[in-house]
C-alpha cells in the first residue's frame, strides 16, 4: 500500500511544532500516513522536549541545515512517498489523501497552492499566484512531495546550498516534467515579511533568485542571504 513519510526539518520552533504535529495527525488518516519524522538541526529551545511528547513522531538530530536535515529525514523514511514540510506551513485537511491520488495519477512530485497568513495586497497576490504550475512561483514554504525512488535518483537536495536548496530540487523535477501544484491550500506563516518587512524581504529574495540564475555560487548566495536577511 502506498503510504507517506512527513519529514519536517526544524531549528528553535517551540512556538508551533506541537501545532503542527497535532494538526497533521488530526487532518490525515493513518492508512496513509506511515511516520512522522522530525530533524532538529541544534534547537536551544524546548523543541526536543515537546516533540517528545508525541509518541507518533521520530525524532532525529543531525546537522544544521535544511538541506541536510531533509536529506537525513529521508535516509531514514520507510514511505515510498516523502512529504518536506516547514514547522510554520499548514497543510490542507486531508492532505495526505490529495498527494496520494496525485501519485497514482503519475505525478512523481509536486506541491500545495501557498496562501500566506496575512491580509496585505501584495501577499496576498503572491499567493494567488501559486496556483499556477509555473516554477518562478515555488518555493520551500509550498511543501513537497516526491516519491523516494525518484528523491534518491536525483541524489536528494543539494547539501552545498543553506538556502535555495527547494529551490534547486524543484528545478530538477521541471526538467524531468515531473511537478504538479494541487488547487489546495497550504496556510504559511508570514512571520519572515512581518519581522524584514514586506518590500524589502521581497527585494532580497528576487536578488537571490537573479543571482542564482546568473551563476552565483552556493558561497554566494549564503552570504548575500546572512547580510540582508538573517
Excluded at 511528547?53 to 536529506?71: H, I, W
Excluded at 496585505?120 to 516519491?147: A, E
Aim: hydrophobic share 40%; with cysteine.
Amino acid at each position: 500500500m502506498t503510504k507517506i513519510s512527513i519529514i519536517i526539518p526544524i531549528l528553535n520552533e517551540a512556538k508551533t511544532i506541537a501545532k503542527l504535529i497535532t494538526y497533521l495527525t488530526e487532518s490525515s488518516s493513518k492508512k496513509n500516513i506511515l511516520e512522522i519524522i522530525v530533524i532538529d538541526g541544534g534547537s536551544t529551545d524546548t523543541s526536543k522536549e515537546i516533540i517528545q511528547k508525541f509518541n507518533n513522531v521520530k525524532f532525529l538530530n543531525s546537522e544544521k541545515g535544511r538541506a541536510k536535515q531533509m536529506n537525513f529525514g529521508a535516509n531514514h523514511a520507510a514511505a515510498s512517498i516523502l512529504y518536506f514540510l516547514h514547522a510554520d506551513s499548514f497543510p490542507p485537511k486531508n492532505f495526505d489523501q490529495f498527494i496520494i491520488e496525485e501519485i497514482n495519477k503519475g505525478h512523481k512530485g509536486g506541491c500545495f497552492r501557498m496562501q500566506l497568513k496575512s491580509n496585505h495586497w501584495w501577499l496576498r497576490l503572491v499567493s494567488w499566484l501559486t496556483q499556477f504550475n509555473w516554477q518562478i512561483c515555488r518555493g520551500g514554504d509550498q511543501s513537497l512531495f516526491i516519491t523516494k525512488d525518484l528523491f534518491d535518483d536525483i541524489g536528494g537536495y543539494d547539501e552545498r546550498f543553506i538556502i535555495y536548496e527547494d529551490n534547486i530540487l524543484i528545478k530538477d523535477l521541471f526538467v524531468r516534467k515531473q511537478f504538479v501544484v494541487i488547487n489546495k491550500k497550504i496556510q504559511t506563516s508570514a512571520r519572515s515579511y512581518q519581522k524584514h518587512g514586506i518590500w524589502k524581504l521581497q527585494y532580497h529574495f528576487l536578488i537571490i533568485h537573479l543571482k542564482y540564475w546568473f551563476g552565483a555560487s552556493s558561497k554566494t548566495l549564503y552570504e548575500y542571504y546572512s547580510k540582508n536577511i538573517v
